[in-house]
């Protein structure tokens, strides 16, 4: 339950060698749109894309491979990529559009493909939803004291963050690797991500993230006949190199007893909200 | 819903509320034994809503997006007169591409307006029940696949397709994609195809139609700023005038049920809308309510042919805002819109920014006293038929506040 429908769960690589410089793990996201891009599934994707400020992206409409790769890698940063959904089917003209993202994009998504209230000619427009592995997020100014106060490294020069068993790692550009326990950053954690019960982005066509797979490569859950359907003609191109996932305790079971964690420290939440009367969403 | 009523009482015709137009609107009709009118009042019977006074003291950024509201078939006209009034009272000049993309959405809502009143006189030329049912569906197929691909294009230049967020002070808030332009000539070609299909088809319906052919007609002049978008310089400062209605129609009483101005030319009413525009630029030379129709028609190909044009002009890099030095010293400005229906006038005064003077003349406030005077001299079964072809717009050109001199108010209507 805590990992939704899936119609299949595998450990997965990109082969493009391009792609494992820039990506965060296995170079699954930008792969995939790049190759649904290539097929003509979507016209372009909305993604998180690096602007002048260090490490605090945009939502944009790619429409190019270079674009997306452009846009690869995490960012530990809120970005409100709903927000470019009207300017991708308005003014870029997409009808079929991509997006990438947490449950709490992809979920939105789906409800405004539900009630689209306010979103007329959107919700048929959606051809393709990506989601990522997310346990929380932080704001713009909470990343940037994690990284200068906790790690003692400037924002500016931060090549790569990647968070890996139980720690948060920030990687300078001048090869300077900086560890913290991640234990360490759950006070600058948003607060909306407590009352969030998903961790694998369960309305997505296809979620992908880091746990459950060895470093380097990426857990792919295809969840809908649009995901699995690319997500096997990629491989049949050899895009793709895969494995199964690894049932035990670093795979499977890590991958299912996180996501029971986020949905109990949800249900948690919600009980602590509900007895001092404030609203829940769900 | 209203109980529509056909009352004939001492040769007086009232026709109450005037069905298949926008807005509610009320026929009083002065007939003679033989039932042809010898005095003809037409005029808005809608609620005032008071769009000209609660802008007053609001932003200026907020007049465009109000007087979006006041009507959902010409909200882009408006908006596009109400921004172009704002920028002329502060002084601003849109860039060549906010302009060129301003014109395009303007265009495409006259593209979805015309096909939509062809659906409402269709049942005064036969087309409706007992028509042949296959091209009765092929027509309303026509006309709603027209307005789908004209809706589409203010989708994508204006942000909406109702309402568009985009049509802003100082320009257009976003250009467009190569990609979207590529999709919008294309969908143009269509249009077109759809287009001359049914013009074709309605010609042969106004031909078949046992109207006589000077049914309409009236001496006045005609009034057209521009052939496909508005020209502010085109406004006749010096002869024009804003009446109260009720001197002008044929009684008080009339007069005062009445919820429109009366906007004259030389002291003369005018007639404004496809007509006139094609009088005034084409060289168009009939008369008469079936000619409106004939223009219409004839209007779609050049607004096509124009759209066309714009959109191989446009630098989609280019930019399409300017930002605006100024918040606006209470000048008078002006903005002109062709609407389907004819020139939108919005006027404006902006100081520090906020609105302090706000007026509309909507196309049917300037053809209100036109059709009036046309309906005279036929029979009073035609004057419904009349007054759909001028395809009149109620709701948007009601307004009226009478004050004394002490500024308290005299007549209030149905507030």
Known sequence: MVLGKYLDIMTVKTTDKTLQKYSQDGGIVSSLLIHALETGVIEGAIVAMPTDEPWNPEPYVATTPEEIIAAAGTKYVLCPLNNALKIAARENGLDKIGMVGMHCLT??????????????????????????????NFSYTGIKAIVEELHKVNIEHVQKMDVSKGKMIVTSNMGERVEVPVKLTHSYVQPGCYICPDLTARTADISTGSIGSPDGWSTVMPRTKVGKDLFQSAVDMGLFETKPIDPGKFGMEMLTRLA??????????????????????? | MHQKEVTSLANVVEISPCTRVEGHAKLVLETNDD????????????????????????????????TSRICGICPISHSCASVEAVEDSIGVEPPKDGMILRELAAIANKMHSHPLHNILIFPDFGCGVGFD??????????????????????????????????????????????????????????????????????????????????MGLHDYDVFASDLTYGDREAFPWETFNEEQPNNWYSSLEVGQEANNTICLVGG?????????????????????????????????????????NLLDELNTSGVTKEACAGRGD??????????????????????????????????????????????????????????????????????????????????????
């Not at chain 2, 037409?42 to 769009?51: G, H, L």
């Open chain 2, 35 to 66: 039932g042809i009118v010898e005095k003809g009042n037409y005029f808005s019977i809608t609620p005032v809503r008071n769009f000209e006074k609660f802008l007053i003291g609001k932003p200026m950024e907020f007049a465009p997006l109000a």
């Open chain 2, 133 to 214: 049912k296959n091209v009765y569906t092929d027509a309303m197929k026509r006309c709603q696949g027209m307005r789908k691909i004209a809706q589409n294009i203010i989708d994508v230049v204006g942000g909406e397709g109702l309402h568009a967020p985009d049509i802003v002070i100082g320009g257009m808030e976003h250009n467009i994609s190569d990609l979207a332009r590529a999709k919008l000539q294309m969908s143009l070609r269509t249009y077109e195809q759809l287009s001359n299909e049914q013009t074709d088809f309605m010609m042969g319906l106004i031909k078949d139609s046992d109207y006589p052919s000077d």
């Open chain 1, 260 to 282: 029971q964690n986020k949905w109990d420290r949800s249900e948690k939440t919600r009980a602590e909200r509900a007895e001092i009367g404030l609203p829940n969403p769900f």
């Open chain 2, 268 to 308: 003369e009413p005018v007639e404004v809308g496809p007509r006139a525009r094609a009088v005034t630029f084409k060289g168009f030379t009939e008369k008469g309510a079936l000619a409106i129709q004939k223009a219409r028609q004839r209007e779609q190909g050049t607004l096509v042919h124009r759209a066309e």
């Open chain 1, 107 to 136: 979920y939105a998504v789906r409800k405004m493909q539900l009630y689209p209230f306010g979103a007329r000619h959107l919700p048929n427009k959606m051809a393709l939803l990506l989601g990522i592995f997310c346990t929380e």
């Open chain 2, 330 to 415: 209470n000048e008078l400005g002006i903005g002109i819109n062709e609407a389907a229906r004819g020139s939108n006038v919005h006027m404006a005064r902006v100081k520090d920014g906020r609105i302090t003077y706000y007026n509309c003349i909507v196309p049917t406030t300037w053809n209100y006293p036109t059709i009036s005077k046309a309906i005279e001299g036929d029979h009073y079964k035609f004057a419904e038929v009349i007054v759909r072809l001028y395809d009149p717009c109620n709701s948007c050109a009601t307004h009226m506040i009478v004050l004394d001199p002490e500024k308290a108010i005299i007549q209030n209507k149905m507030i």
